[in-house]
């Protein structure tokens, strides 16, 4: 069991910066591979970024890549989503994510937090 709190969303202009944070708590090891979904109002939750737990490769969609960043803290259990130029369609609720797999992965995930809101103004 992974237990999963998402922290420091907010309001960020648009070509700004923001960070969000994911502490997670539980029996996280090297085969869990985190993630970052977002879901805006009226759209399907889309995924954002996903990172390896033990050897931290990543992989992101071209909607964000370039732009966002996404990394680990072993140490602490954290993950994070650093947004870069964040533009006023990244504007959503961000979700972090985690299961068990070998592999990277854009789907499927076993466990979620319950969210945080990022508001970015034009």
């Known amino acids: 069991q992974v237990q999963l709190v998402e922290s420091g969303g907010g309001l960020v202009q648009a070509g700004g910066s923001l960070r969000v944070s994911c502490a997670a708590a539980?029996?996280?090891?090297?085969?869990?591979?985190m993630a970052w979904f977002r879901q805006a109002p009226g759209k399907e939750r889309e995924f954002v970024a996903t990172?390896?737990?033990?050897?931290?490769?990543?992989y992101y969609p071209d909607s964000v890549k370039g732009r966002f960043t996404i990394s680990r803290d072993i140490a602490t259990n954290t993950v994070y989503l650093q947004m870069t130029s964040p533009k006023p369609e990244d504007t959503a609720v961000y979700y972090c994510?985690?299961?068990?797999?070998?592999?990277?992965?854009?789907?499927?995930?076993?466990?979620w937090g319950q969210g945080i809101q990022v508001t970015v103004s034009s």
């Open positions: 990172i390896k737990w033990g050897a931290g490769d990543t």
């Open positions: 994510a985690a299961k068990v797999s070998p592999r990277l992965s854009t789907w499927n995930y076993s466990y």
């Open positions: 539980g029996s996280t090891c090297n085969n869990y591979v």
